[in-house]
């Protein structure tokens, strides 16, 4: 699994917000277009292309992208 195509894919969910704006560090619910329904495309997102279930409880307490991504990997094991 890899980072920059983690992020790449979580920047895909938004329509509006310039991919230079996703980083690493980027707090995704301080986003202008942050919204519960990115929220639903981020966790279908992840359960299609990773194979991972996550939940609210995940988005909520991840924080960042980088955050989010290391979630991921601990549930893929």
Do not use: C, H, R
């Not at 277009?33 to 966790?43: F, K, P, Q, R």
């Not at 990773?50 to 990997?73: H, M, N, Q, R």
């Amino acid at each position: 699994m890899d980072l920059n195509k983690f992020i790449e894919n979580f920047a895909f969910q938004f329509d509006d917000t310039p991919m230079e704006d996703f980083k690493p560090e980027t707090i995704y619910e301080e986003l202008d277009e942050w919204s519960s329904l990115n929220a639903l495309s981020i966790i279908a997102m992840v359960d299609e292309e990773y194979e991972v279930g996550i939940g609210a409880k995940e988005i909520i307490s991840s924080i960042t992208i980088e955050g989010l991504f290391d979630t991921i990997k601990l549930k893929m094991g």
